[in-house]
């Protein structure tokens, strides 16, 4: 069983940057792929980044060059670094977790799920 804490949203101006943080509970962190996903108001969920135990990394198409996902094994932690936010970068950021999966960008493959974390960004 793994929890996720997610933190690091607030309000912010279009341009800015924000650091979401996910904190896992439980051992073995370093073997699950981390992911972040985001949802904006009446819309589906979406793959955002992903980072795999052995650091291979995917990105959504509309933050490629802007955000930068990672993680740092010895403090369960994985982040996102997100410039240049867009009003459409409003949403709410949920870190997800699992230990093996074949396509990362698929939200149906995370079994752990944080609570999420609202980010909004004024124009």
């Known amino acids: 069983q793994v929890q996720l804490v997610e933190s690091g949203g607030g309000l912010v101006q279009a341009g800015g940057s924000l650091r979401l943080s996910c904190v896992a509970s439980?051992?073995?962190?370093?073997?699950?792929?981390m992911g972040w996903f985001r949802q904006a108001p009446g819309k589906e969920r979406d793959f955002v980044a992903a980072i795999t135990r052995t650091s291979w990394i995917y990105y959504a198409n509309s933050v490629k060059g802007r955000f930068t996902i990672s993680r740092d094994n010895a403090k369960n932690t994985v982040y996102l670094q997100m410039n240049d936010l867009k009003p459409e970068d409003t949403a709410v950021y949920f870190c997800?977790?699992?230990?093996?999966?074949?396509?990362?960008?698929?939200?149906?493959?995370?079994?752990?799920w944080g609570q999420g974390t609202q980010v909004a960004v004024s124009s």
């Open positions: 997800a977790a699992d230990l093996s999966l074949a396509y990362p960008q698929r939200e149906s493959e995370y079994d752990y």
């Open positions: 439980g051992r073995a962190f370093s073997t699950y792929t």
